[in-house]
T-cell receptor, first 114, second 116 residues
Framework: AQSVTQPDIHITVSEGASLELRCNYS??????LFWYVQSPGQGLQLLLK??????LVQGIKGFEAEFKRSQSSFNLRKPSVHWSDAAEYFC????????????FGQGTELSVKP | EAQVTQNPRYLITVTGKKLTVTCSQN?????MSWYRQDPGLGLRQIYY???????DKGDVPEGYKVSRKEKRNFPLILESPSPNQTSLYFC???????????????FGDGTRLSIL
């Protein structure tokens, strides 16, 4: 069955430090992958997406993600974290065989230390 | 401005009292869906609709109903709410059932339901 795993439930980094959030997927065909961010009390905002082509994807707010088929991973990175990046981050894959459903990981909550 | 609007944003109610959460999109999207978000579980799809009068179950449809009488609206109905339906709910829409590189799903701001 298709699934998405985010191994880290909660991560704390210092402001200015680099960040990597992990995402592993299980999907038989070519996956279409997304990262969403949810700030407290807010909805989901799309950070970036991978459909095909270049495996290093640039997104908004200085984020990037790299698709690695051999590792079934789509990790999110940012070189220098800002306090405003504190939020919950969700990785997702779209399942075209099930009505275009997004399959989400469990989420990773990011805290940023001053 | 393109948006998905959910109402209410917050609701506290009691077991068994029917409620409806509305969802409206202004982008003429064909595809709409409902998700619930629970700690440690991420978001799970409840129902989806590929067009007017076309709806289907997602992963966790028990206890919910939906309707799609108009393209822009996709209400979520809890006929007899129970405490296990306490959750954060999101409505989403996209131009078609196949999110594409240029047309991902748009999400509403969420509705937090508490069923006592």
């Amino acid at each position: 069955a298709q699934s998405v795993t985010q191994p880290d439930i909660h991560i704390t980094v210092s402001e200015g430090a680099s960040l990597e959030l992990r995402c592993n997927y299980s999907y038989g065909a070519t996956p279409y992958l997304f990262w969403y961010v949810q700030s407290p009390g807010q909805g989901l905002q799309l950070l970036l997406k991978y459909f095909s082509g270049d495996t290093l994807v640039q997104g908004i707010k200085g984020f990037e993600a790299e698709f690695k088929r051999s590792q079934s991973s789509f990790n999110l990175r940012k070189p220098s974290v800002h306090w405003s990046d504190a939020a919950e981050y969700f990785c997702a894959v779209v399942n075209y065989n099930q009505g275009g459903k997004l399959i989400f990981g469990q989420g990773t909550e990011l805290s940023v230390k001053p | 401005e393109a948006q998905v609007t959910q109402n209410p944003r917050y609701l506290i109610t009691v077991t068994g009292k029917k409620l409806t959460v509305t969802c409206s999109q202004n982008m003429n999207h064909e595809y709409m869906s409902w998700y619930r978000q629970d700690p440690g579980l991420g978001l799970r799809q409840i129902y989806y609709s590929m067009n007017v009068e076309v709806t289907d179950k997602g992963d966790v449809p028990e206890g919910y109903k939906v309707s799609r009488k108009e393209k822009r609206n996709f209400p979520l109905i809890l006929e007899s709410p129970s405490p296990n339906q306490t959750s954060l709910y999101f409505c989403a829409s996209s131009p078609s059932r196949f999110p594409s590189s240029n047309q991902p799903q748009h999400f509403g701001d969420g509705t937090r339901l508490s069923i006592l």
